[in-house]
């Protein structure tokens, strides 16, 4: 497993989720060697928080977040309140 291609097609996504969600984003980022992972959070002020959509060949989009569970070890939202951070880790 590629896990740097992983990391960068999954901030790919987060990062397109949130402009156009808000139309700007913060992404923070750091590997830590203790627990061998890398951790990314993609933050943004839209309050609409991400869902996992349900599955429809026919819908342009609506695809990144099944992409997201597939290439980490583990994501979520944190719910700030009046911004989210969606995050994601792979081991490395």
Known sequence: MDWHADA???????????????????????YDSTVNA????????SRNMPAIQP?????VGGHGL?????LSSRWGVIDG?????????IDG
Do not use: M, P, Y
């Open 81 to 89: 309140s009046d911004w989210k951070a969606v995050w994601f880790e």
């Open 55 to 59: 599955t429809d060949s026919t819908r």
């Open 38 to 45: 890398l951790r990314v959070e993609v933050i943004d002020v």
């Open 8 to 30: 960068l097609l999954v901030v790919s996504e987060l990062v397109t989720n949130a402009l156009q969600a808000s139309g700007e984003c913060h992404l923070s980022a750091w």
């Open 66 to 70: 099944r992409i997201v569970e597939a």
